[in-house]
């Protein structure tokens, strides 16, 4: 496997300016028939060989020729198993090139390949070269100017590609035709190409300019009436994306296909989106509130994609975040506009620190720009796409939301229709607002989380009140860290100075306020950095945290404070030190927040009364228990909800006469964070199970509520809980769990949640089950999101896959070897699972390290999997 390096980029020699394409598809063969038209890129001096990718694994070469000429191997042109060499073709060439490839085995699912009834695409990053020879990189942007696919008419009725449909028409032999044609230079990344037996629905936007856009939304044919929430979707994308950044689409045709066997989640293809059916189909039967939004933030993203990924693109693969993370920022911001931008941020930032701060404390910690790869797919990572999405909301942060606007405009007027790197963006971002930005810079090439520590001190004297910050990170010289300050009064609890942006640019600073009284400092307000924050004194003061968890004045702020009082007392309990005045911090933390004193939000309350995930609480360890972290995040719970039960039983019944009140099922934030409340009430209910007639009574209310379902989210909240009964609980589980399964009547995303709540469930033997589960006819490894709803779902079980017997281990090991051989980049997703084996104990990471020395020792093994196994083993 060849590493690549970022500093390593050249531009190449040769451009193809234009290309055209014949696909032909027949059962089991499709040719495919390319034109490049070369031209000698203006800014290399040299010429030279023109290198084309095409992976021959994949891509059987029929022929090569020039204006009808075949080429003779070995003189003209030459043949690596990863490329074809043309020796110094002249200007003005035209190279044609024939291909057969196999798309109905092609099981990585990159490149053409089968999915249900249809052939589609996926070529971000480098799936291009398994359809044609070509430079499959994306500072090649051409004119793909005709694009003809043909194939049997019955079987598969629509032909679409991206662009504007051309021509189209009747052949013999019952075959038919279309012909497309895309006027905006692309890189080969954005191709796309769908034949299959489909079913749409229709409808037009009208941009501000007054372009009608035709919209179509595809899916087969069964499930077209569960296509609508997507197509409301992109219209308020389209019109968000207007009033917000004043961008407008640019084709008379947006069209979206969704597809069962796909790798991503979706993909931004110029005209015509690909996406995995998890993120289009939704209907109020089948999808929970958390679906509804996903299809509405992806559609969203792959949406803004148009002008940030696909108008202005990347130079090179280093480049990703420059589209990721700023089109991840755009996405957020468009979510929280449409439902809550509070709740959004507090969700955005649960998996920041759940995902990304793992991702940085393990083996493929990596820069937002990472320095080298050996297979590109290895870095659509958290750090990229979240951490990304962080870093351009800094720049929000420090130039303001008007200074963001002039920065963005700025990078459109220099950058539309060309390739540029993260360093042009920070550019623009500095010129518009005329800053200096250098030091912000840093961001792109320091990994891991920095830390910033705080201390504070009043004088009463002089009515000063110094908060000072220590910044610590991988990066030898400081960053360029804001971070939002508010100030409260201690006494009042009033605000006494709002919310302002310090600018942390040194090792260590110190900022004064003058202030009338002593003052309580509420800070990393909405998190306005991807920092650890933690008190100088290594000590947290709780009774700060307790004041602000009730006064705090910025809501994500308030939120936290309770988060980090859960937190402590979590740990207490861990380490056998519990102290009765945390636990009484917590207590009336969960008290007022119950009572909803000062809150109007169903949502932020219900986030407010759940404990920190246990991946979140992983990272808040040097050496991670995860036994040791569920059993007390577990004992934590249990004493809130024996505490209050009564309480909690009133607030649930509260909550249901709202729910009914609310009647027919909608997806508004009300609705949502009505049901989300309610759902946190059960499941504190649900986890009192101790005594058999504890565990009668918590299944039985949670079959009522699975019974009563106003919904799917209701349903699966219920399901969660049932699927962890045991004892007396266990007749209502079996049967919820069946007929979860005969309701879903093998609709694809409903028999996934069914894996998936299974392979959560919290119980002795859920290993075996999972095991099980791979034998039953639903399972299979080769459509990814059935694999990932049982097999990558266990591996968020911690107490089950990190149990001491190393079983969970081995079975992901075992599962891995078959996995890798169909489709390597699920394997190496699912393999992230391991490597983090240096942050758990010895035993339990040379259990770990076992599994990754099987998988490295294995021949062949995938690129994708060697470099994450070897980076792990490093
Ligand atoms: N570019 C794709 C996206 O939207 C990759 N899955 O993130
Ligand atoms: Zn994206």
Known sequence: PVEVFRTDYKPLPHLVTKINMDFVIENGKTTVTSELFIEPNSSVEGGGDLVLDGDESCVKLMSVSIDGKELEKGKEYDLEPQKMIIKSPAPGTVLKTVVEIVPEENTQLSGLYKSGPMYCSQCEAMGFRRITYYPDRPDNMAVFENIRLEADEKDYPVLLSNGNLVDSGKLENGRHFASWSDPFPKPSYLFAAVVGNLGYIEDTYTTTSGREVKLGVYSEKENVDKLHYAMDSLKRSMKWDEDKFGLEYDLDLYNIVAVESFNMGAMENKGLNVFNTAYVLADKDTASDADFERVEGVIGHEYFHNWTGN????????????????????????SGDMNSNAVKRIEDVRMVRARQFAEDAGPMAHPIRPESYISMDNFYTATVYVKGAEVIRMYNTLLGTEGFRKGMDLYFERHDG?????????????????VDLSQFSLWYSTPGTPTVKYSSAYDASTGVFSLTLEQESKSDKPLHIPVSVGLMDKESGEEVVPTTVL??????????????????PSILRDFSAPVKLMPDSGAVDEEALAFLAAEDTDGFNRWEAGQRLYTSSIFQNMNG???????????????????????????????????????????EMEIIDPTAIHKARGAVKQKIARKFQNEISAKYEELSGLVEADGELSVDAKSIGLRRLRNVMLEYLCSIKETPEEQKAAAELAKKHFENASGMTDKMAALSALASMEGKGTEARDWALQKFYDDADGYSLVVDKWFSVQALANLPDV???????????????????RCRSLVSVFTMNAPAFHNPSGEGYKFIGELLVELDKLNPQVSSRL?????????YDEKLGALMKAELE?????????????EIVSKALD
């Open 311 to 334: 108008r202005v693109t990347c130079r090179d693969w280093f480049q990703l975040t420059l589209k990721e993370g700023l089109t991840v920022f755009r996405d957020q911001e468009f």
């Open 418 to 434: 060309t390739g540029v790197t993260c360093d042009d963006f920070l550019q623009a971002m500095a010129d518009a607002n005329d």
């Open 503 to 520: 600018d942390l640019k040194e090792s260590k600073q110190t900022f004064e306020f003058n202030v009338k009284g002593d003052v309580v």
């Open 577 to 619: 030190k519990e102290s009765e005045k945390t636990l009484q911090y917590v207590f009336d933390a969960f008290e007022r927040t119950l009572k909803g004193e000062k809150l109007d939000d169903y949502s932020i309350q219900a986030y407010a009364l759940l404990l920190p995930t246990e991946a979140t609480l992983s990272e």
């Open 767 to 785: 290993l075996d089950r999972v095991k099980k589960l791979t034998k039953h006819p639903d399972f299979t490894l080769e459509v990814p999101n």
């Open 831 to 839: 393999a992230s699972s391991l490597i983090r084996w240096r942050r």
């Open 854 to 866: 099987k998988l490295k020792a294995m021949k062949p093994i995938s690129e994708d999997l060697y």
